[in-house]
Nanobody, 116 residues
Framework: VQLVESGGGSVESGGSLRLSCAAS????????IGWFRQAPGKEREGVSC???????YFADSVQGRFHISRDNAADIIYLQMNNLEPDDTGVYYC???????????WGQGTQVTVSS
């Protein structure tokens, strides 16, 4: 499977964006899908994930502001990001694992920039 992210952009603080993770090859239906982000000069951190059974995880920093969903018909994972803050700025990646686990399958990333 190959992953492709989209939906990044530049917004002001308090704005919203919806990121998408799709498969250019293969299907996402059988994988947990995690979202990670990396800000300049910082390590990559786990943001959220949705497992095959639909259960979800959110980092404390985004709890209540971000929502993750799986559209199995379209084979797309969405990360809805609301009330964005400047600290949410970074490159967002999707991968076939949840934070705390590992897999070698990552997307190319999509840039999110939040200005104050």
């Amino acid at each position: 499977v190959q992953l492709v992210e989209s939906g990044g952009g530049s917004v002001e603080s308090g704005g919203s964006l919806r990121l998408s993770c799709a498969a250019s090859i293969g299907t996402l239906r059988h994988y947990p899908i995690g979202w990670f982000r990396q800000a300049p000069g910082k390590e990559r951190e786990g943001v959220s994930c949705i497992r095959v059974d639909g259960s979800t995880y959110f980092a404390d920093s985004v709890q209540g502001r971000f929502h993750i969903s799986r559209d199995n018909a379209a084979d797309i994972i969405y990360l809805q990001m609301n009330n964005l803050e400047p600290d949410d700025t970074g490159v967002y990646y999707c991968a076939t694992h949840c934070p705390g686990y590992y897999s070698p399958l990552w997307g190319q990333g999509t840039q999110v920039t939040v200005s104050s």
